[in-house]
């Protein structure tokens, strides 16, 4: 019998107005289950951690990701999520409701209590709190769409360079303070 490691990958998906998309596991159905979470799954044989990432959120969501530009990554305890924004509101469906007991946008408050010792959640908590989320956010709502979805880039280093990328590719002045972008990047 050939062994076959598990490999798991998901995506963290950012909705308007800086909310995260959770899923409620259904109670009794695995590893983990009766817990909140991120849209992840095990990889199928032959699959790549993306492609697995895509397929999941379509069959527990029915999010449909159908481009595959160079989204930012993360691994958290060896799972490997994608990080996308949507361009446009959209209500998640459940899919599989033997899997998938609720679906829920939340904001990073509301994260907290919901967290119930999730690691990637306490992952989103830290990474994309306070001045972060909103210039992260903002980040987002600047790139090229690709299928009313759009990524982040910069998220692996600090916030001077998501702000010096922005005063440039914007024509920002040079020497806004992050309270200063922060405003100007979120008016509509």
């Not at 994608?82 to 007991?101: F, M």
């Not at 994309?128 to 909103?134: C, E, K, T």
């Amino acid at each position: 019998m050939t062994k076959y490691s598990e490999t798991k990958a998901g995506f963290i998906i950012f909705g308007p107005g800086g909310t995260i998309l959770v899923v409620h596991q259904t109670p009794g159905t695995g590893m983990g289950t009766g817990k909140w979470g991120i849209p992840k799954g095990t990889q199928n044989p032959g699959e790549t951690t993306f492609h697995c990432a895509v397929r999941e959120v379509r069959e527990e969501v029915g999010l449909v990701i159908n481009v595959e530009p160079k989204f930012d990554k993360i691994i958290i305890d060896g799972i490997t999520f994608y990080i996308c924004k949507l361009t446009e509101p959209c209500i998640p469906t459940i899919r599989d409701e033997n899997e998938i007991a609720e679906v829920r946008w939340v904001t990073l408050q509301e994260l907290k209590k919901l967290n119930n010792r999730n690691r990637s959640l306490n992952f989103i908590q830290k990474r994309y709190g306070g001045i972060m989320r909103r210039a992260v956010m903002a980040t987002a709502r600047e790139l090229t769409p690709f299928d009313k979805m759009r990524i982040f880039t910069n998220l692996d280093v600090g916030v001077r360079r998501t702000i010096k990328y922005f005063e440039i590719r914007n024509s920002l002045p040079a020497r806004l303070n992050t309270w200063e972008l922060s405003k100007i990047l979120l008016e509509d």
